[in-house]
């Protein structure tokens, strides 16, 4: 026994020396710097534990050796990637330092860390020093700072990918001129060029350094959101060699030169959301390897080339959202491998036939939602295609509900938004789309009962339409429905008591706007997960439950233009995450709550035309994220408040890129809920929805108020509109009023004010709605050209007032020099005419509240891309810079909550994709 034994372990032996015999082990010298380069390292997850000196390093996690000299050849330490991690796997992130132990594995061609976490440091200098290195790939790592030019030494890399390191920037790229092997760059997200408010400097040196290469072997460039702002390089045009080429996200200008066609090879082209001009060449029509063209959202005109009907491979094909024009071509209807087609938001006109879908059979999304096209398909017409997603808002197809719908059985996505649709919809509709997630028909004439129908997608916006006859039930399925402004009516407790197979998932209600009536009655206890509801300008009554309270997830909470009476329920203080509380014009009486202030969330608080009564709760200056303070038309008394320069959203003047908006406008998985509000400024009702952000207004008019005006109030500096109208206050005006230099609406007429108005009122350039009528005030009124460019109206009923606009002259010892000792060198005169013209300029062209805005510097990008295309993408992209611009993996976003008012604000959203 103890004999075989031995045997045993010899043999064991003998084939373990066998197998070490065969496999090279791995080069001691190499393995102690591993050791090293592991121990600079932090390793939450120990994915590294296998790396034991008392192992051949050959073995160990990630390393790979030659299987000849033993040396070791590859690193592969990327962080696995959980598509599913709401982050990458953070947990299992290598970070810490990259040790330069690393020089000593000479043989290194393969060194892979991308999705680790190095915590913003710098790339290491040294990398530039691994010869050896072909493959490079420090993707989505978190590095931080200058990318180290001397990676331009490694002159046999083939593959670079320092995409996804937000932080990373360059100032100079000549380096990479100098990686002549390169056949794959990925520098998508770096900052190549810092301050965009430099001239072209940085660019024109990329450009030329650029341009002396021989990217022979480039197959894929991909620069994606890179703040490049320059003409389209045309080196571009040389790189023959490129399958793939992506530059989207960009801020690229210039056209595409028709020397496109040299890139033969090309297969995959993505210049979208750039800001390129000129026509489609018709020589792309040449690059016959081409599967995706994705030119969306840019500034392209002319024509769509109709040569692109010869790219036989073509699956993708966005053109959407630029400024094309022309008919559509017929033989785009070739394209049989065709997959997704968008050319919606542009110019294109004339018809669109069943010629234009002839061999389209594999096509999946359609998105030709153009207002001037018709859409005009035999009724009874069988497409050859099954879609998920259709996009036909703003075509004319009406009257008629389209009848081929029908033969689409696999739809996710329906949006026959203004397509011009009257009457009834058909019986078939409801019962076929109950599988469809995601149905818009908003603004068309569609009538009809639904009291019969049970609604099971995800979303679905009816709004704008002329359904009747009591609101239709709800699957659980159901998350966000808008049925305002249409013809509903009914008593809203069957509405809510409705029986239902399951817990309700419903997050958004919007049945503003119809004839619903009724109390509001314990069944909102049903509704756990509503987080914008408006139940706005029906004909509800009775008191706002306490049931309330129990929605905890409220965001926005419209009640506004109903006859609710009572006071404000106790229980809302339950609803932490309240945002927006909209009860105006009703019957509610009672005191406004101190609690209130524990709200710190509170945007708008919305109480106008009630009966409340009692103070203003100075716990109201706790609401640091207000900015529509509305209490108008009630019986408040007292003072105001001496600390409303504490409410921060309003005491300063933020940019709008703040997430706190998000309640305003709210991304949902499906959909996204732009929150809308009827403002009254500068004595206009309008309405206010996706500008709502940028609204800051005090309108506390028609009050009892007394006392004086605060002079605190001047501290609110980024204010638009005050309106103190109608109350009984009394005392000067705060002398420092002109410091509220955003302020375009003042409206103080019907007080007891008096004293002069303050020569700093010539400092309010923005000033387009003044009303101080009716107050005692006396003395000259300052004099700017502004000033006197107002009605002489918005002066009277002040007898002891003298100066133009009024007729009443001044006598001599209302001298302007004595009034006026600090405006003697005529700077702030100029300097008024100056703004003046700009402010004109502006409010004329624009929508009024934003005009302010614009001249605030840092924002002044943003706002110039909002107005040059009243287009949502540019807006929400720049201005809540999320990556909306990527019109081909975006989720499609609709606003679900805005009524008719709003209805040239609540555009399609332009370029939306699917995911
Ligand atoms: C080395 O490994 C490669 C694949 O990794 C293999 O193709 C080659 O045959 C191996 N050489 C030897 C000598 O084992
Ligand atoms: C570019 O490099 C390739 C080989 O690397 C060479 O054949 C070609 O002549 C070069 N072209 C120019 C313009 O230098
Ligand atoms: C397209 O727009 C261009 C100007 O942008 C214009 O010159 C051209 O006539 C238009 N073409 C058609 C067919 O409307
Ligand atoms: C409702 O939708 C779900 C999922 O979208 C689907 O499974 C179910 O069959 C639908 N119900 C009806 C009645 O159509
Ligand atoms: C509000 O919340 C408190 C504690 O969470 C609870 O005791 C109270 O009953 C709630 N009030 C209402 C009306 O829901
Ligand atoms: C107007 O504003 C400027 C600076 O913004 C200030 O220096 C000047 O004193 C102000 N004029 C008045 C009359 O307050
Ligand atoms: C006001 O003064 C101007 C000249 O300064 C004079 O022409 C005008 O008639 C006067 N108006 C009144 C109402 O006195």
């Given at each position: 026994m103890r004999n075989s034994n031995s045997i045993m372990v010899f043999l064991l032996l003998a084939i373990f020396s066998l197998c070490k015999a065969n496999t090279l082990a791995c080069n001691e010298m190499e393995k102690q710097a591993l050791v090293r380069f592991k121990q600079a390292l932090t390793d939450p997850a120990n994915r590294l534990s296998s790396w034991s000196l008392t192992e051949d390093c050959c073995g160990w996690a990630g390393v790979r050796c030659d299987n000849v000299s033993g040396r070791v050849f590859e690193l592969h330490l990327g962080n696995p990637y959980d598509?599913?991690?709401?982050?990458?796997?953070?947990?299992?992130a290598l970070g810490g330092e990259i040790s330069p132990a690393l020089l000593e594995l000479e043989y290194l061609n393969f060194l892979n860390l991308s999705l680790n976490d190095f915590g913003g440091t710098p790339i290491p200098s040294f990398l530039g020093s691994m010869r050896s290195l072909t493959y490079l790939n420090l993707r989505g790592a978190s590095f931080g700072g200058l990318i180290p030019h001397q990676l331009g030494n490694l002159s046999t890399l083939r593959h670079l990918d320092l995409g996804g390191n937000s932080g990373l920037y360059v100032e100079n790229f000549s380096w990479i001129s100098l990686l002549s092997s390169l056949e794959y760059l990925h520098m998508s997200w770096i900052d190549l060029h810092r301050d965009l408010y430099l001239p072209n400097c940085q660019l024109n040196n990329m450009i030329s350094s650029f341009g002396y290469v021989n990217f022979t072997s480039l197959r894929v460039l991909y620069l994606r959101s890179n703040n490049f702002n320059h003409n389209l390089p045309n080196w571009l045009f040389n790189l023959s060699s490129l399958l793939y080429l992506d530059l989207s996200d960009n801020s690229l200008e210039g056209q595409i030169l028709s020397a496109i066609s040299n890139l033969h090879n090309l297969n995959y082209l993505n210049l979208s959301g750039n800001m390129l001009t000129g026509q489609i060449p018709e020589s792309l029509g040449q690059l016959k390897y081409l599967r995706y063209v994705l030119l969306c959202s840019n500034s392209l005109c002319g024509?769509?080339?109709?040569?692109?009907?010869?790219?036989?491979?073509?699956?993708y094909l966005y053109l959407n959202s630029n400024e094309l024009n022309g008919t559509l071509p017929r033989n785009l209807g070739l394209l049989s491998n065709l997959v997704r087609l968008r050319i919606g938001n542009n110019f294109i006109e004339g018809t669109v036939s069943e010629v234009h879908f002839a061999k389209l059979s594999k096509l999946k999304t359609l998105d030709v939602s153009l207002k001037s096209v018709l859409f005009n398909v035999s009724h009874n017409w069988i497409p050859p295609f099954q879609l998920k997603y259709i996009d036909l808002a703003f075509c004319k197809m009406g009257p008629r509900f389209p009848a081929w719908l029908q033969t689409q059985t696999s739809l996710f996505m329906l949006s026959l938004r203004n397509v011009g649709i009257v009457g009834t919809v058909p019986n078939w509709f409801w019962k076929w789309a109950s599988h469809i997630q995601w149905i818009y028909l908003a603004n068309n004439q569609i009538s009809g009962d639904l009291s019969q129908v049970l609604l099971n997608s995800t979303a679905i916006d009816l709004s704008s339409n002329s359904f009747m006859g009591q609101l239709p039930h709800l699957s659980p399925n159901v998350i966000g429905l808008n049925m305002a402004d249409n013809l509903f009516s009914g008593q809203i407790s069957s509405f809510l008591c409705q029986k239902m197979n399951g817990r309700s998932k419903l997050e958004i209600l919007d049945i503003s706007n119809n004839a619903l009536s009724g109390e509001l009655g314990h069944c909102l206890l049903h509704w756990q997960f509503l987080t914008h509801l408006n139940l706005g300008s029906n004909n509800l009554s009775g008191g706002i439950p306490e049931f309330m309270g129990s929605l905890f997830s409220l965001k926005a909470l419209h009640l506004h233009n109903n006859s609710f009476s009572g006071g404000i329920p106790l229980s809302l203080r339950n609803c932490t995450s309240l945002g927006l509380i909209d009860f105006a014009e009703n019957k509610l009486t009672g005191n406004i709550p101190s609690w209130i202030g524990e709200r710190t969330h509170l945007m708008v608080l919305r109480l106008r035309s009630n009966e409340f009564f009692g103070d203003i709760p100075p716990e109201i200056c706790q609401l640091s994220s207000l900015i529509v303070l509305d209490l108008a038309y009630n019986r408040l008394s007292g003072s105001i408040p001496r600390c409303l320069n504490n409410i921060s959203a309003m005491a300063t003047i933020q940019?709008?890129?703040?997430?706190?908006?998000s309640i305003l406008i709210d991304n949902y998985p499906f959909f996204r809920v732009i929150e809308c509000l009827l403002l009254v400024i500068k004595g206009r009702k309008s309405m206010y929805g996706k500008i709502l952000p940028l609204v800051r207004i005090v309108d506390l008019s028609c009050n009892n108020l007394s006392g004086g005006i605060p002079?605190?109030?001047?501290?609110?500096?980024?204010?638009?509109s005050l309106n103190l109208s109608r109350n009984h206050l009394m005392g000067r005006i705060p002398g420092k009023i002109g410091d509220v230099e955003y302020l375009e609406s003042l409206d103080l007429s019907r007080n007891h004010l008096s004293g002069e108005i303050p020569q700093s009122i010539i400092n309010l350039t923005f000033l387009s709605h003044l009303d101080l009528s009716y107050n005692n005030f006396s003395g000259r009124i300052p004099s700017s050209t502004q000033l006197q460019s107002f009605d002489a109206l918005d002066f009277i009923g002040n007898p002891e007032l003298c100066g133009a606009p009024l007729l009443k002259n001044c006598t001599e010892n209302e001298d302007p020099q004595g009034v006026n000792p600090s405006d003697e060198n005529g700077e702030g005169f100029e300097r008024s005419w100056f703004y003046i013209g700009m402010a004109t300029g502006f409010i004329v062209s624009f929508w009024g509240v934003c005009g302010a805005l614009l001249c605030k510097r840092a924002w002044r990008h943003a706002y110039f891309r909002f107005l040059d295309n009243m287009n949502d993408r540019v807006y929400v992209a720049t201005v809540l810079k999320f990556n909306w611009f990527r019109c081909h993996f975006r989720r499609y976003r609709i606003s679900l909550t805005c009524l008719r008012g709003c209805n040239q604000e609540r555009r399609e959203e332009r370029g939306a994709g699917e995911s």
């Open positions: 598509p599913h991690a709401v982050k990458f796997n953070g947990r299992s024509p769509v080339p109709s040569r692109l009907g010869n790219l036989s491979s073509l699956s940019s709008p890129i703040d997430d706190k908006f002079i605190e109030i001047s501290g609110l500096f980024g204010l638009q």
